[in-house]
């Protein structure tokens, strides 16, 4: 296919040209009834592409002309049989990854570290989870990978299991060896999902892990403005048909897109391709190669360390993706909380996340020498100043999985009652409470409050970290099941 070729953004461009008299939504009709405040800071041509389904413009629910066009394109990019684009991040890709892999009451294999779409996608469908503990990276305080013999044996416990999702790469750059985990599940005819939030650039490099498609997933979900050039929310999910059901998979994507999707949305993932298929190897490698001087330069600053390739073939993790710089202070005493903290405070570098011991800085194609330069060198004045710290004590090891007594969607749709925190011990859950970012369940709706989850938490939320899920984000309560 001719990959230059810019289908959406061509006939939203023609459609611009012919300015019709227009009758539909969105009311804001081109730019007219934007906020003037807005039009003099940003333009007026922004808003041109904020359209609806016209003659030109396509159907998400239904394509056929330039949207379908550009997932072709898109399908070929990335090794799939079909592309869809997605308005709601890979949030709704998971959830609709879920639901096609296990019925109501099948039952479905999910990583305990996957992200809470995915426990939303157990919500929609009823399937009943069976967890996978990725594999724990002590030194870091990381979670490395799932390893083919884990799937095995999940198989060998499970051996009804439909599908298994695996989120790789991982917000820290950790893959598993999806070629491994492919086989197994296809030995069980089950279905391999993987959630690649975090992975679309690898497809276009051959110093990164290789993409998830290529090495035998059925299913990706990718959030292509994570790390290529596409805007906020916008994602795509590739698959492929061998062991998945097309029309329920299309199905699915209907229950969680809107009917109003939105065309700059769409617009910004046909030319993220365009930039990737035309020139996405210049690109890439322009990330790896600030990440690589990042890397070098930070692992000479004296008590401070960012992880590399050392981690491969550690805690089941079979490969790295290196643009994803896991910096770590704690031999100078420096939590990676409060590193996220001074970095932003008084250097003003904004890092994407922080957990005990580290931080996590992405290192786009986009990115220039200056940032790294900028945040290397705030790190070495930070080094300088916690010169004489005390290294951290190891961090606490994360309690064990909380017995479950009933699915997600039984406990969701459960009468629930909010007590306060205290009285939550023992009790069965009725939410989801993950430390956020990055967003791994301690406890899923359902599962009975031990007190050792109880008692993790509860030191979580008195260091005032951030919590998802939960009702009350300060959990001074919690909503738990009527028993
Ligand atoms: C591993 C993982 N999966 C899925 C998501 C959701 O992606 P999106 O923000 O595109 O909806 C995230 C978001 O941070 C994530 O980290």
Redesign the pocket.
């Known amino acids: 296919m001719n990959q230059d070729k810019t289908p959406l953004f061509d006939a939203i461009m023609e459609f611009n040209e012919r300015r019709p008299a227009y009758f539909r939504i969105p009311g804001h009709r081109f730019e007219r009834g934007i906020n003037q405040r807005w039009r003099d800071v940003v333009g007026d041509a922004i808003f041109q592409f904020d359209l609806t389904e016209t003659p030109y413009t396509d159907d998400l629910h239904n394509a056929e002309g330039s949207i379908a066009e550009a997932q072709k394109l898109a399908a070929e990019v990335f090794h799939a049989d079909q592309t869809f684009f997605l308005v709601?991040?890979?949030?709704c890709g998971?959830q609709a990854m879920v639901m096609t892999a296990a019925l109501e009451g099948e039952t479905v294999a999910i990583p305990r570290n996957a992200?809470k779409?995915a426990l939303m996608g157990l919500i929609m469908s009823g399937a009943k989870p069976v967890y996978i503990m990725p594999q724990l990276h002590e030194t870091w305080g990381l979670h490395g990978g799932i390893r083919p013999q884990d799937v095995k044996k999940l198989f060998q416990e499970h051996p009804d299991c439909k599908g298994l999702m695996v989120?790789s790469p991982?917000?820290y750059g950790v893959c598993s060896d999806i070629k491994g985990i492919a086989e197994v599940c296809h030995r069980h005819g089950a279905i391999l999902m993987v959630?690649e939030?975090?992975g679309a650039h690898c497809y276009f490099s051959d110093q990164l892990p290789e993409g998830d498609l290529i090495q035998g997933a059925d299913m990706v979900a990718q959030?292509i403005?994570?790390v290529t050039g596409s805007l906020t929310?916008s994602?795509m999910l590739h698959a492929r048909f061998d062991r998945v059901d097309r029309s329920r998979l299309e199905g699915n994507l209907h229950l969680v897109q809107s009917t109003s999707p939105n065309y700059l949305l769409l617009t910004s993932l046909d030319m993220a391709r365009h930039d990737l298929a035309m020139r996405g190897k210049e690109l890439i490698a322009n990330a790896v190669e600030l990440a690589k001087y990042a890397r070098d330069r930070i692992n000479a600053i004296p008590g401070i360390r960012c992880a590399g390739r050392e981690l491969i073939g550690t805690a089941g993790i079979d490969d790295l993706d290196e643009t994803r710089l896991v910096i770590s202070a704690a031999d100078l005493g420096v939590e990676g909380f409060r590193l996220e903290q001074i970095l932003f405070d008084e250097y003003n570098c904004d890092v994407e996340l922080s957990d005990y011991k580290n931080v996590l800085a992405i290192v786009t194609f986009a990115n220039v020498k200056e940032d790294i330069d900028r945040l290397v060198d705030a790190l070495e004045d930070i080094a300088r100043r916690f010169a004489n710290g005390t290294p951290l004590e190891e961090g606490k090891p994360l309690p064990p999985q909380p017995p479950a007594f009933m699915t997600p969607r039984r406990a969701y749709f459960s009468a629930s009652e909010t007590v306060a925190w205290e009285e939550a011990r023992g009790c069965i859950s009725a939410e989801m409470i993950a430390p956020y970012?990055?967003?791994i369940p301690l406890i899923y709706p359902g599962e009975r409050m031990t007190d050792e989850v109880w008692a993790f938490l509860d030191e979580y939320r008195r260091r005032g970290g951030h919590l998802q899920g939960p009702a009350d984000p300060k959990l001074n309560t919690c909503r738990i099941i009527k028993e």
């Open positions: 709601n991040g890979t949030t998971n992200h779409s989120v991982t917000y959630d939030a975090h959030s403005h994570k929310q994602s970012p990055p967003g």
